[in-house]
């Protein structure tokens, strides 16, 4: 499928325009019928989009005519989002408190005629452009290709098991580990332990379909096999479409022609596919690669392999994946990693010189040389590098590239593209997901879940593919003109030691949804009208000030995430505990060197609390309180340096019936961890390091069902207690899926 991003964006735009609280406002101002034209005109035109991006490197002036309509949809995104903080305005004034203050917030925000005349211009300028730009697209005679919104994924051609061997570079220690895992015996194996599957996973370009079709040639594979059978699967798991696949690619291993065979079985049912293709592999030695498979739920899986399960016992299936889900599925999996930089330099010769030429152009190669660093090992960014350059010997061009090349090429923005797919769900929810899909796909490394945050790598690409999207974002110190970026919905100004104070005209970013002030010692307390910012999410600080005034922060109804860095004068969080912050879902507490205590029962929500090197800190943390004391609804805790703490405090037992991951760091004085109760069966992750005189575990550890994951490092004794085989521990603990145990 050709580019779908200006196709997303109208897809993004036209459910802002479908929007009831929209409607409302667009009546108020008089221009209900001009957006209603504007989505008409849209639909029409997104309908076009994706034939429009197909054709669009072949027609300069249809280029040109994309650029306008991303023009025209971006001013209309800003106009619906003046609409937006225009209904939170509303609803702001009639949230707020007396009717004086209702008079003063609205007066001083908006002025309801001005903002109305100047609405009803622009939305009937856009009109106006987007009918234009619709009548002009006429003249391209595209063809309307209209899908459901969805995640794209770019389809890839079937594949085939031909390789030329000389054009495949830096892959023999690759080829030779594999050829290993395919001879017998191979101790991991599927089903009835008749079957072994080895799955080799990497990022899209690194080459897993090239060093599979290196394998299937070599001449050892031919020693192995009775059979070899090659089989391109990519997106469509379809059993049906398989089982044709492979009765056809055995059928041509074993004879001259299979073309009649071909047209025979197209029209055979599963039943008789079935029995087909058991009569060909039966009592056979065969090795079947499944290359480029993108998904398989498990029961198709399972149902193929019950298929394939009638050759010898030394059979093999390989299979080529860049989803590490996917692959985990079948097995234990071989990770293809990038080539290193002498076999990207041989790589990017081969494909940018005649043989032999590059000898003549040294100072072309000293280039070639800074360009294959770009392409961080990947074999496909190095040959269509290569290949761009090819024969072209004019130095100019190659600095053009090295300096101006795809790195550098304008990248499409999907800031703003990530939406609710429905009014309750949260937007943090949706990412996670992309988040996951990222990692299944190989482009994160070293992932690690801690439940309540991810820790990853990106690949070296995708890092400089981010970092080019956002450099024009980057806000060096903070004008008063910030007030001028009213669409503004993240600010991170870190590590700023020249900041006293904020400028009052912050107030007016009514869009803002996360500030982070983290390192900037030298701000002396937030300002008054702090609690204006009624959209703020996550807000994470460094101050000089003593405490957090409730009164201001009673506003920020929709504040899920609080973090306090480095406030080295703040004794207590909060100045009084009357009211209840019922929106927060996660608070981290990190360097606040004077902080004693603070009370956790006016966080009837709290899901995550961390709290790190507070030495003052006092971990009773004033849990009964004035008010009703509530059951915890914690699921992950972080604890770190408490040396005067002998023994966890009790109200950990009392999330006992929610908490997920419990981590506790550098407790020197822990003697004893609490006996876990019973009803403690949601535990999955518990981390325990740096705490030496922690002898023993709780004697009900084994009622922890749900525990998936055991870390302890320096622990000395207790470690020695849990070592397998032979620990004193080790039968409690056995059973858990990861365990890690010795120094960190």
């Given at each position: 499928?050709?580019?779908?991003?200006?196709?997303?964006?109208?897809?993004?735009?036209?459910?802002?325009?479908?929007?009831?609280?929209?409607?409302?406002?667009?009546?108020?101002?008089?221009?209900?019928?001009?957006?209603?034209?504007?989505?008409?005109?849209?639909?029409?035109?997104?309908?076009?989009?994706?034939?429009?991006?197909?054709?669009?490197?072949?027609?300069?002036?249809?280029?040109?005519?994309?650029?306008?309509?991303?023009?025209?949809?971006?001013?209309?995104?800003?106009?619906?989002?003046?609409?937006?903080?225009?209904?939170?305005?509303?609803?702001?004034?009639?949230?707020?408190?007396?009717?004086?203050?209702?008079?003063?917030?609205?007066?001083?925000?908006?002025?309801?005629?001005?903002?109305?005349?100047?609405?009803?211009?622009?939305?009937?300028?856009?009109?106006?452009?987007?009918?234009?730009?619709?009548?002009?697209?006429?003249?391209?005679?595209?063809?309307?290709?209209?899908?459901?919104?969805?995640?794209?994924?770019?389809?890839?051609?079937?594949?085939?098991?031909?390789?030329?061997?000389?054009?495949?570079?830096?892959?023999?220690?690759?080829?030779?580990?594999?050829?290993?895992?395919?001879?017998?015996?191979?101790?991991?194996?599927?089903?009835?332990?008749?079957?072994?599957?080895?799955?080799?996973?990497?990022?899209?370009?690194?080459?897993?379909?090239?060093?599979?079709?290196?394998?299937?040639?070599?001449?050892?594979?031919?020693?192995?096999?009775?059979?070899?059978?090659?089989?391109?699967?990519?997106?469509?798991?379809?059993?049906?479409?398989?089982?044709?696949?492979?009765?056809?690619?055995?059928?041509?291993?074993?004879?001259?022609?299979?073309?009649?065979?071909?047209?025979?079985?197209?029209?055979?049912?599963?039943?008789?596919?079935?029995?087909?293709?058991?009569?060909?592999?039966?009592?056979?030695?065969?090795?079947?690669?499944?290359?480029?498979?993108?998904?398989?739920?498990?029961?198709?899986?399972?149902?193929?392999?019950a298929l394939l399960q009638v050759g010898t016992s030394k059979s093999k299936i390989?299979?080529?994946?860049?989803?590490?889900?996917?692959?985990?599925?079948?097995?234990?999996?071989?990770?293809?990693?990038?080539?290193?930089?002498?076999?990207?330099?041989?790589?990017?010769?081969?494909?940018?010189?005649?043989?032999?030429?590059?000898?003549?152009?040294?100072?072309?190669?000293?280039?070639?040389?800074?360009?294959?660093?770009?392409?961080?090992?990947?074999?496909?960014?190095?040959?269509?590098?290569?290949?761009?350059?090819?024969?072209?010997?004019?130095?100019?061009?190659?600095?053009?590239?090295?300096?101006?090349?795809?790195?550098?090429?304008?990248?499409?923005?999907?800031?703003?593209?990530?939406?609710?797919?429905?009014?309750?769900?949260?937007?943090?929810?949706?990412?996670?997901?992309?988040?996951?899909?990222?990692?299944?796909?190989?482009?994160?490394?070293?992932?690690?879940?801690?439940?309540?945050?991810?820790?990853?790598?990106?690949?070296?690409?995708?890092?400089?593919?981010?970092?080019?999207?956002?450099?024009?974002?980057?806000?060096?110190?903070?004008?008063?003109?910030?007030?001028?970026?009213?669409?503004?919905?993240?600010?991170?100004?870190?590590?700023?030691?020249?900041?006293?104070?904020?400028?009052?005209?912050?107030?007016?970013?009514?869009?803002?949804?996360?500030?982070?002030?983290?390192?900037?010692?030298?701000?002396?307390?937030?300002?008054?009208?702090?609690?204006?910012?009624?959209?703020?999410?996550?807000?994470?600080?460094?101050?000089?000030?003593?405490?957090?005034?409730?009164?201001?922060?009673?506003?920020?109804?929709?504040?899920?995430?609080?973090?306090?860095?480095?406030?080295?004068?703040?004794?207590?969080?909060?100045?009084?505990?009357?009211?209840?912050?019922?929106?927060?879902?996660?608070?981290?507490?990190?360097?606040?060197?004077?902080?004693?205590?603070?009370?956790?029962?006016?966080?009837?929500?709290?899901?995550?609390?961390?709290?790190?090197?507070?030495?003052?800190?006092?971990?009773?943390?004033?849990?009964?309180?004035?008010?009703?004391?509530?059951?915890?609804?914690?699921?992950?805790?972080?604890?770190?340096?408490?040396?005067?703490?002998?023994?966890?405090?009790?109200?950990?037992?009392?999330?006992?019936?929610?908490?997920?991951?419990?981590?506790?760091?550098?407790?020197?004085?822990?003697?004893?961890?609490?006996?876990?109760?019973?009803?403690?069966?949601?535990?999955?992750?518990?981390?325990?390091?740096?705490?030496?005189?922690?002898l023993s575990l709780p004697s009900d550890m084994h009622r922890l069902t749900a525990?998936?994951?055991?870390?302890?490092?320096?622990?000395?004794?207790?470690?020695?207690?849990?070592?397998?085989?032979?620990?004193?521990?080790?039968?409690?603990?056995?059973?858990?899926?990861?365990?890690?145990?010795?120094?960190?």
């Amino acid at each position: 499928m050709a580019e779908t991003f200006l196709f997303d964006v109208a897809n993004s735009l036209l459910g802002k325009l479908t929007s009831f609280a929209l409607e409302e406002v667009a009546r108020a101002c008089y221009v209900y019928d001009d957006l209603q034209g504007i989505k008409d005109t849209l639909s029409i035109i997104r309908s076009l989009l994706l034939d429009a991006e197909e054709k669009k490197n072949q027609r300069p002036a249809l280029r040109e005519w994309l650029r306008q309509i991303q023009d025209i949809c971006d001013d209309a995104d800003d106009v619906l989002d003046e609409f937006r903080l225009q209904l939170k305005l509303k609803q702001d004034v009639e949230d707020s408190g007396s009717t004086r203050r209702k008079v003063r917030r609205y007066v001083s925000s908006s002025n309801p005629l001005a903002f109305r005349f100047r609405m009803a211009h622009q939305i009937k300028d856009i009109r106006g452009r987007l009918n234009k730009a619709a009548a002009d697209g006429a003249r391209f005679a595209l063809v309307t290709i209209d899908v459901e919104p969805r995640l794209a994924v770019q389809s890839r051609e079937m594949t085939h098991s031909h390789v030329d061997i000389s054009s495949v570079i830096g892959r023999e220690k690759d080829k030779e580990a594999i050829i290993k895992l395919l001879k017998p015996p191979h101790p991991h194996t599927v089903g009835d332990k008749s079957l072994c599957v080895i799955p080799i996973v990497g990022i899209g370009g690194l080459g897993k379909t090239t060093l599979a079709k290196f394998l299937f040639n070599d001449q050892r594979i031919d020693q192995l096999f009775q059979l070899k059978m090659w089989v391109s699967v990519s997106e469509d798991f379809d059993l049906r479409k398989i089982v044709i696949k492979v009765i056809n690619s055995a059928s041509a291993a074993s004879t001259a022609s299979s073309s009649a065979h071909q047209k025979n079985i197209d029209h055979l049912d599963i039943e008789q596919l079935q029995i087909d293709l058991r009569r060909k592999l039966s009592g056979k030695t065969f090795l079947l690669v499944l290359d480029d498979i993108w998904n398989v739920a498990q029961e198709k899986w399972i149902e193929l392999i019950a298929l394939l399960q009638v050759g010898t016992s030394k059979s093999k299936i390989m299979v080529t994946t860049r989803n590490k889900s996917v692959a985990s599925m079948m097995g234990p999996y071989y990770v293809l990693e990038g080539l290193d930089r002498e076999k990207c330099l041989s790589l990017f010769v081969k494909w940018a010189f005649r043989e032999g030429k590059e000898e003549k152009y040294p100072n072309l190669v000293e280039i070639g040389k800074e360009l294959v660093e770009k392409c961080a090992g990947v074999p496909l960014a190095v040959r269509t590098l290569g290949s761009s350059l090819f024969s072209n010997f004019d130095l100019h061009k190659w600095e053009f590239v090295r300096d101006h090349g795809l790195w550098n090429s304008e990248m499409k923005k999907a800031l703003g593209l990530v939406q609710p797919r429905n009014g309750s769900e949260k937007i943090e929810s949706i990412l996670r997901e992309y988040i996951d899909e990222l990692n299944s796909r190989s482009f994160l490394e070293d992932f690690k879940d801690y439940g309540y945050y991810y820790k990853f790598k990106v690949h070296d690409l995708i890092h400089d593919l981010a970092i080019h999207v956002v450099r024009d974002y980057f806000v060096l110190t903070l004008p008063t003109s910030i007030a001028k970026l009213k669409h503004l919905c993240v600010l991170y100004i870190r590590d700023n030691h020249q900041i006293k104070t904020l400028p009052r005209s912050i107030f007016k970013l009514q869009s803002l949804q996360v500030l982070s002030l983290v390192g900037c010692t030298e701000l002396e307390t937030l300002p008054e009208g702090f609690g204006k910012l009624t959209s703020l999410r996550k807000l994470y600080i460094t101050t000089k000030q003593l405490f957090l005034s409730l009164d201001e922060f009673a506003s920020l109804n929709h504040l899920q995430v609080l973090g306090l860095y480095n406030c080295e004068n703040m004794k207590h969080l909060v100045s009084g505990a009357e009211t209840l912050f019922t929106s927060l879902e996660a608070l981290y507490i990190q360097s606040c060197k004077s902080l004693e205590s603070f009370p956790l029962y006016i966080f009837p929500k709290l899901q995550t609390l961390v709290i790190k090197d507070c030495p003052m800190f006092s971990l009773s943390l004033n849990y009964e309180g004035p008010i009703r004391r509530q059951r915890l609804r914690l699921k992950h805790l972080h604890l770190k340096s408490f040396p005067q703490l002998l023994k966890l405090p009790r109200w950990i037992e009392d999330a006992a019936e929610t908490l997920e991951t419990l981590k506790i760091r550098k407790f020197p004085n822990l003697k004893m961890l609490p006996e876990f109760p019973t009803l403690m069966t949601h535990l999955k992750s518990l981390y325990i390091d740096l705490c030496p005189k922690l002898l023993s575990l709780p004697s009900d550890m084994h009622r922890l069902t749900a525990l998936e994951e055991l870390r302890i490092y320096r622990c000395p004794e207790l470690c020695q207690k849990l070592r397998p085989p032979s620990g004193e521990y080790w039968p409690m603990i056995g059973r858990i899926k990861r365990i890690s145990i010795g120094k960190h």
